[in-house]
């Protein structure tokens, strides 16, 4: 349909995001359909390619590419580096950082680029990541229902003076007191 409304050829590409050669076939024939697609392998590309763009979007691909001789931690800062330097604002900078991480997953890489992150970057603050805030408020209840289930074990207290107690909504308490052991 494309072909014939725009009167353009039409070609198809698979992007291959993994570390290893593809195995995987380009073309299929039976006997009413040839299917043919290009394949290319980002594993194969220089980072070079990737980083020396001036859209951050690209910049981050470089994570997926083929760092030749290069250490990953020095390819990782600056591949960071132009990020900051090529996005604008903060909000696009947290997601072109967040797209970063979830790609460095799949070279195994994230524990690297997060280390590298906290000491290269100004911006990342840990105490600001969305990951790190949702850690911390799942250990917040975590120890507020451990305090709960402690006051409902140890003491007498009403249900509303626990709350006031630990700090949480009656309704908190009353749930916890439903499901403790």
């Known amino acids: 349909m494309l072909a014939r409304k725009y009167q353009l050829p039409v070609e198809q590409y698979v992007i291959f995001l993994g570390s290893q050669k593809p195995r995987m076939s380009t073309q299929l024939?039976?006997?009413t359909l040839s299917y043919h697609f290009s394949l290319i392998n980002l594993s194969t590309i220089d980072y070079r390619l990737f980083v020396n763009s001036v859209k951050p979007e690209e910049?981050?691909?470089g994570?997926?590419?083929n760092f030749a001789k290069k250490k990953p931690n020095e390819v990782i800062k600056h591949i960071i580096n132009r990020i900051e330097e090529t996005a604008r604002g903060d909000f696009a900078l947290k997601k072109?950082?967040?797209q970063l991480r979830v790609l460095s997953q799949l070279r195994q890489l994230e524990t690297l680029t997060d280390s590298i992150m906290l000491t290269?970057?100004?911006?990342?603050k840990e105490e600001k990541d969305p990951l790190y805030i949702r850690g911390a408020k799942k250990a917040?209840?975590?120890a507020q229902k451990e305090f709960v289930v402690s006051l409902l074990k140890n003491t007498d207290f009403s249900a509303s003076k626990i709350a006031q107690i630990v700090g949480v909504p009656e309704a908190f308490v009353e749930d916890v007191k439903g499901t403790k052991k």
């Open 29 to 31: 024939e039976q006997k």
């Open 59 to 61: 910049v981050i691909l």
């Open 63 to 65: 994570i997926l590419a």
């Open 96 to 98: 072109y950082y967040q």
């Open 120 to 124: 290269v970057s100004e911006f990342f």
């Open 140 to 142: 917040e209840e975590v």
